[in-house]
């Protein structure tokens, strides 16, 4: 099994910002990308932004410029640090972990999801 769990969410005025964190547990062997994703009220959840084993990242236009996306593998944590906060970023955030398993086997998992309010 494996777990993710974010933290870090809340409600905020726009402009401001807050900082996601997504730790990941369990019977983990490597993790390759993680990411984050979003789904706003009626909508799809979409694509925020991706980051590499190795470093690199990937982010939605929507967001390029205010979020930036960082991790620590000795920890398996992965961050989204978020800044110029509008009120179109408010949603349920969800981290995301291409994990290999202990069992080396690959898998896709996700978090429970963190909501973020911004407040016009």
């Known amino acids: 099994q494996v777990q993710l769990v974010e933290s870090g969410g809340g409600l905020v005025q726009a402009g401001g910002s807050l900082r996601l964190s997504c730790a990941a547990s369990?019977?983990?062997?490597?993790?390759?990308?993680m990411g984050w994703y979003r789904q706003a009220p009626g909508k799809q959840r979409e694509f925020v932004a991706t980051?590499?084993?190795?470093?690199?990242?990937n982010y939605a236009d929507s967001v390029k410029g205010r979020f930036t996306i960082s991790r620590d593998n000795a920890k398996n944590t992965v961050y989204l640090q978020m800044d110029s906060l509008k009120s179109e970023d408010t949603a349920v955030y969800y981290c995301?972990?291409?994990?290999?398993?202990?069992?080396?086997?690959?898998?896709?998992?996700w978090g429970q999801g963190t909501q973020v309010t911004v407040a016009a």
């Open positions: 995301n972990g291409a994990v290999v398993s202990t069992t080396f086997l690959p898998r896709n998992d």
């Open positions: 369990g019977s983990i062997y490597r993790i390759n990308a």
């Open positions: 980051i590499t084993s190795g470093g690199s990242t």
